[in-house]
């Protein structure tokens, strides 16, 4: 692997390798997959022929894939991923999250949208495999400590937006109606993962495995990947009257755990002003 890992990182205008996914957020198991990050420094994105041309001696016969934006191989039962990321792309990314904006933007992975400060998440989340000029660890120094004014615009917008879905949730009346139920919770917790995150602040994390991060941060619901799990149960067998209740519930956790982090902050300044 080391090998392979060497050829990645030799390959023209790769100013940074990473391994990112669950293996980077510390939460992999044995069959997980290993995503690879190939950093550049602005400019045209790396030709995938390149790319396909360097890992060539190193995967297993026909595995090779050039789609979806990636490129896919598997080697010695490993299935690899390789992405690409432009870093003057994250570095202006940081700027606008210490101004408190960000962009949020429909994907096919994430149904309901994509934070553009996952741009960061993906580099204050990596393993790093090799850089050059400190090329991550100079951004990583950049995007900390965690903008105030970014954890204030995720939980204003995030939390406004789980307490509309909670209103459409509590209209469904009919058992048959599970799947929109089941689709609006999925959206409640989409939008109080960001809310959570924020108000520990930490960059959101919206891919696979994010629950069991939110379960290892300081401020979280209660039992919350638990919870979540007989939430959607309860949309399965029809028990909606659960399922609102806890919903409210745990959006009434959720404005406690931000009442008392802009509560905390407004101690921090006092005493600082003191």
């Known amino acids: 692997m080391q090998e392979f890992k060497n050829a990645l990182f030799g390959i023209n205008r790769v100013t940074a390798l990473g391994l990112g996914g669950s293996r980077g957020l510390g939460i992999a198991d044995a069959n997980s997959d290993y995503d690879f990050v190939l950093f550049r420094n602005g400019g045209e994105p790396i030709a995938p022929k390149l790319i396909v041309d360097t ?3 190193f995967a297993e016969e026909g595995s090779i894939k050039d789609e979806a934006g990636f490129v896919r191989l598997q080697l010695n039962g ?17 700027n606008l999250a210490k101004a408190g904006k960000f962009h949020w933007s429909m994907r096919q992975l994430f149904p309901h949208g994509d934070l553009s400060t996952c741009q960061i998440s993906h580099i204050t989340n990596l393993e790093l495999c090799a850089e050059k000029n400190q090329s991550i660890g100079n951004l990583k120094k950049l995007a900390e400590p965690f903008p105030l004014l970014l954890m204030n615009s995720l939980i204003n917008i995030f939390m406004t937006q789980a307490s509309i879905t909670l209103i459409h949730a509590s209209k ?20 109080a993962g960001i809310v959570i995150f924020a108000a520990n602040k930490t ?4 891919e696979k495995g994010a629950n069991e991060l939110i379960s290892k941060l ?28 806890e919903l409210t519930n745990i959006k009434n956790e959720l404005q406690i755990i931000i009442n008392d982090t802009f509560a905390n902050l407004k101690t921090v300044k006092t005493n600082t002003t003191n």
Do not use: M, W
């Open 55 to 57: 890992i060539k001696p």
């Open 218 to 245: 300081a401020k979280h619901p209660e039992n919350y990947d638990h919870r979540i799990q007989k939430i959607f149960q309860a949309c399965l067998d029809g028990n909606i009257e659960f399922v609102i209740a």
């Open 172 to 191: 469904i009346k009919k058992t048959r109606d599970f799947q929109p139920l089941i689709a609006l919770c999925s959206a409640f917790f989409f939008y």
């Open 203 to 206: 960059y959101p994390v919206l």
């Open 78 to 94: 490993n299935k690899i991923d390789i992405f690409q990321k432009d870093l003057f792309l994250v570095e202006n990314e940081i």
